[in-house]
């Protein structure tokens, strides 16, 4: 059965400290990883990795995929409070029906809470 | 540029009450569109997803249906409502054709009692 497993659930860390989201997968015919931001609504596009070992970077936030071990991670560095949100993975499934129509399979994701 | 809306944005129903979601999108044509439940403690659940106006297609059974009358409209809907239906349900779309990207709606907060 295809999954995604997300861990740790949550955390809870200070402002200025760095954490390590993590993403594991096991899926059939893997073509690629989400990352989204979810607040209060809407969850919100970060990045989306097709290949291993290249680093994906917006600002403080950073990530990479190893296909071979089957995970990404989702770095950030010197939190800030704004960070403080629900941090979702997501792999697409099932057969290529030509891009888009992936349909995603989400995991529980991570609360990260950071304190001032 | 791209903007999804959904409403009601919150809900409180009674059971056996049906039920209908809407969600639009602008500035774009022929999108894929999805829509999400996300229960506490829970990831999101793909509902439906769409490729076309008129073509739905459900990924769990349930007493949930969908349709897509309008090329940028997408609408759930249930003729008689469960508390097991309570959620955040959430509308998304993506380009057909080019990326696995999709792209949220603000969501409705569905309570049933």
């Known amino acids: 059965e295809d999954k995604v497993v997300q861990s740790p659930l949550s955390l809870v860390v200070h402002e200025g400290d760095t954490v390590t989201l993590n993403c594991s997968y096991e899926v059939t015919n893997f073509r690629s990883l989400l990352w989204y931001k979810q607040e209060k609504k809407a969850p919100t596009f970060l990045f989306m990795l097709?290949?291993?070992?290249i680093e994906k970077k917006s600002g403080r936030l950073s990530s990479i995929l190893d296909k071979k071990e089957l995970f990404s991670i989702l770095n950030i560095t010197a939190t800030q409070t704004g960070d403080s949100a629900v941090y979702l993975c997501?792999?697409?499934?099932?057969?290529?029906?030509?891009?888009?129509?992936?349909?995603?399979?989400f995991g529980k994701g991570t609360k990260l809470s950071v304190k001032p | 540029s791209q903007t999804i809306h959904q409403w009601p944005a919150t809900l409180v129903q009674p059971v056996g009450s049906p039920l209908s979601l809407e969600c639009t999108v602008e500035?774009?044509?022929?999108?894929?569109l999805y829509w999400y439940r996300q229960a506490a403690g829970r990831g999101l659940q793909l509902l439906f997803y769409?490729?076309?106006?008129?073509?739905i297609s459900s990924e769990v059974p349930q007493n949930l249906s969908a349709s897509r009358p309008q090329d940028r409209q997408f609408i759930l809907s249930s003729k008689k409502l469960l508390l097991s239906d309570s959620g955040f349900y959430l509308c998304?779309?993506?380009?057909?054709?080019?990326?696995?990207?999709?792209?949220f709606g603000p969501g409705t907060r569905l309570t049933v009692t």
């Open positions: 998304a779309w993506s380009v057909a054709g080019l990326s696995y990207e999709q792209y």
């Open positions: 500035g774009t044509s022929n999108p894929n």
């Open positions: 997501a792999v697409p499934l099932g057969v290529n029906y030509g891009g888009s129509q992936g349909n995603l399979i």
């Open positions: 097709t290949s291993s070992g």
């Open positions: 769409s490729v076309g106006i008129g073509q």
